[in-house]
């Protein structure tokens, strides 16, 4: 079924109405012309014809007098059925001498030129006439009056055409408006389409070629040809990333090697060397969660707008196995769980990032809550979106934690003694970007907080 | 059992074959995607160790073929693509276990074990698992030690039984966090020991012989001490 799109902000409806209102006011403008012109002759015609009525008479009364007149007018009185040809003769005195009416009609004048006048007929109707009205010689009134009211009947029912004619005109043009309108608006949707899918990440959106040489089909290559560069780029990157992650993890890969063999070959019985050797290890292995969570945030970064691994995620259902995995540690440290959640939560990601966004900011809870302090985890749907506030105790407040938090290596006074390279919150930062999240840390008195405002999945 | 190795690194191949020899495996070793494509034409490997980047072209190929050819083949990716996005990757294309280079010898080790076993317990799963006076059964889910029921949660039960479906070998937290928690990253926090910590309150505590073992630095092992094996024999 058509849907026709009336919309005061739509392109389509304006395009239509602008057919129709041309349509319209060409149809009317012609019209009218016609019909005036169609009426102007009309009347022409009927003046020439009044005309011609009076010369005859006229030559009679020349020629015969006015016993001529009476009997000529007689002879006509007596040929015509109706009255749409109507004449007098009047005396001196006023009196009737001939014609086919009873008196000389009041809004006709003794020596009327084409005068507009209303009389009253045989039949009782009032009929509309052009008259002519002469004093002739000796003082006698002499008129004659043709009828317009055929006149009228014609140009009423041509006016009656170009009304329906200008409807159905307008209706066809609004009809062809539409068709053609919504040809182009389609193809112009059609891009949108696409514009919309890329910026919500779906990079491997193109737009349809139509088989037209025309400026759509060149507007739609162009585009491809952009998003084929954009995708390029992404691929490049991407590329970039792994080989680097490949050229700096084979040596390190062969550094581990040989602290295993060292470890093998030293033994337990060098307590001292032994020690040294797990150092070492533990170091390449720091090295290496460092270089990880770097490149985690650098690639999550570039990744942006490519949703093509996404799917549809019960955020609720995720925060419930993290729980059941972090709960433990917090009774270890003597903190509890305050948790209040929905039954679901669906939002659009992909699962491992969201479960290292989420793990990461429940163990910076976990790290910095004060002892026997609670971690209240809290998600509620407001409108169309799912916020999750995730926050701890603390002591105290901490200056400038807005504008360090997030940024890499960047660490807290409260940080410095405990474990980490300030990396955690940089990348829960770059995860929440990735899913159109947005993420931001709040401080009241002696709670901590990271609150996330997450689009529920449609 | 033979072993499909994929790797063009030679020192990191020599790795992936001394652990097998350790573990009793014949191998085959290749080091481009095209000879090991026209290996499996012709072999069934039994397990195949494939990384990622080689001179021809991407691992995950040869694995989707596999795939395609024999589901029961059993695969881990060992590759310096290690992000999360990487590893999720290869799961989706088939793999079974991804190791990330740089690696721990005894990881690949542990990890390589694994994959031996579960390739045994393919053609013989038991219901029943035993190990010392500690019963576990699958279907049912109960645990027994001693005759005595012990009352696991869901999580613990499923810690449990990994370690039993690994007993002897060596399982490490990294293998822990995936296949028990399904997590493909490491959390900063000690959750592992904290978990293995309670199970081992349920299921060594309260009895003479400790069973789930700790390897320093490694990871875990559900097992007899050599003494505790000697003492009760």
Request: aromatic share 6%; with cysteine.
């Amino acid at each position: 079924m058509i849907k026709f799109p009336w919309n005061r902000k739509s392109a389509l409806s304006a395009m239509i109405l602008t057919f129709v209102a041309l349509s319209l006011l060409l149809s009317a403008a012609l019209s009218f012309t016609i019909i005036k012109s169609t009426s102007a002759q009309l009347e022409s015609r009927t003046k020439i014809a009044l005309k011609a009525d009076q010369q005859g008479f006229l030559d009679l009364y020349d020629q015969r007098r006015l016993i001529g007149l009476r009997e000529g007018m007689e002879r006509r009185a007596a040929i015509l059925s109706d009255q749409t040809f109507i004449f007098m003769l009047l005396n001196r005195d006023g009196t009737r001498l001939g014609g086919n009416i009873e008196s000389w009609p009041t809004d006709l004048s003794r020596n009327a030129t084409f005068e507009n006048i209303e009389l009253k007929n045989r039949d009782g109707r009032i009929g509309s006439y052009i008259g002519l009205g002469q004093e002739l010689r000796g003082g006698f009134g002499f008129m004659v009056a043709r009828s317009t009211d055929a006149n009228d009947q014609v140009v009423a029912n041509q006016i009656l055409l170009a009304l329906a004619l200008t409807s159905i005109l307008t209706v066809i043009s609004g009809g062809v408006g539409f068709v053609m309108s919504r040809r182009i608006i389609r193809q112009i949707n059609a891009i949108n389409s696409v514009a919309r899918n890329v910026e919500r990440g779906f990079l491997n959106e193109r737009v349809s070629l139509i088989r037209q040489e025309n400026e759509f089909r060149d507007l739609a290559i162009n585009i491809n040809q952009m998003l084929e560069k954009i995708s390029s780029n992404q691929l490049s990157m991407n590329t970039l990333s792994e080989n680097l992650a490949h050229e700096l993890r084979t040596p390190l890969n062969r550094v581990k090697k040989t602290i295993y063999q060292l470890s093998t070959e030293v033994g337990l019985d060098q307590p001292a060397v032994q020690k040294l050797v797990d150092t070492v290890g533990q170091d390449v292995d720091a090295t290496m969660q460092t270089f990880d969570a770097v490149l985690e945030i650098v690639t999550t970064n570039q990744s942006g707008p490519d949703k093509t691994r996404f799917e549809t995620i019960d955020l609720v259902g995720l925060l419930d196995e993290l729980l059941v995995l972090f709960e433990p540690v917090g009774e270890e440290r003597k903190l509890s769980f305050s948790v209040r959640m929905p039954a679901h939560g669906y939002v659009f990601g992909e699962r491992q990032l969201l479960l290292q966004m989420i793990s990461n900011v429940i163990e910076n809870a976990l790290k910095f809550s004060v002892d026997g302090g609670t971690i209240s985890i809290d998600l509620y749907k407001d409108g169309a979106n799912l916020k999750v506030r995730i926050e701890n105790d603390s002591d105290g407040l901490l200056d400038d934690i807005d504008e360090i938090a997030f940024t890499q290596f960047q660490r807290g006074a409260n940080a410095q003694e405990k474990a980490g390279y300030g990396l955690g919150l940089p990348l829960v930062k770059a995860i929440a970007t990735r899913h159109d999240f947005e993420v931001s840390i709040f401080q009241e008195q002696s709670r901590f907080g990271i609150e996330f405002c997450c689009p529920l999945s449609k | 059992m033979t072993i499909l190795i994929v790797e063009d690194d030679a020192e990191t191949r020599m790795d992936i074959e001394a652990a097998a020899e350790e573990l009793g495996l014949a191998y085959s070793s290749m080091s481009t995607l095209a000879s090991a494509l026209a290996f499996l034409e012709e072999n069934n490997p039994t397990i195949v160790i494939a990384d990622r980047m080689l001179p021809d072209g991407d691992g995950l190929d040869a694995v989707e073929a596999l795939r395609d050819a024999n589901a029961s083949t059993l695969i881990m990716i060992v590759s310096a693509l290690g992000r999360s996005q990487n590893r999720i990757e290869g799961f989706k294309k088939g793999a079974d276990d991804y190791l990330t280079k740089p690696f721990d010898p005894v990881e690949l080790r542990a990890r390589m074990a694994s994959l031996k076993r579960r390739a045994e317990l393919v053609h013989n799963r038991d219901e029943v698992l035993t190990i010392f006076d500690l019963e576990i059964r699958r279907k049912a889910r109960t645990v027994h030690r001693n005759q005595q029921h012990i009352a696991l949660s869901p999580k613990e039960f499923e810690l449990l039984l990994y370690l039993a479906d690994n007993q002897g070998q060596l399982v490490t937290r990294s293998m822990l966090l995936e296949n028990v928690w399904g997590l493909h990253f490491n959390p900063q926090t000690n959750v592992v020991d904290v978990h293995i910590g309670r199970l081992r309150q349920k299921i060594d505590a309260p009895f003479d012989v400790p069973i789930l073992q700790t390897i320093r630095g490694k990871g875990y092992i559900l097992e007899l001490t050599k003494n505790d094996a000697a003492r009760t024999v």
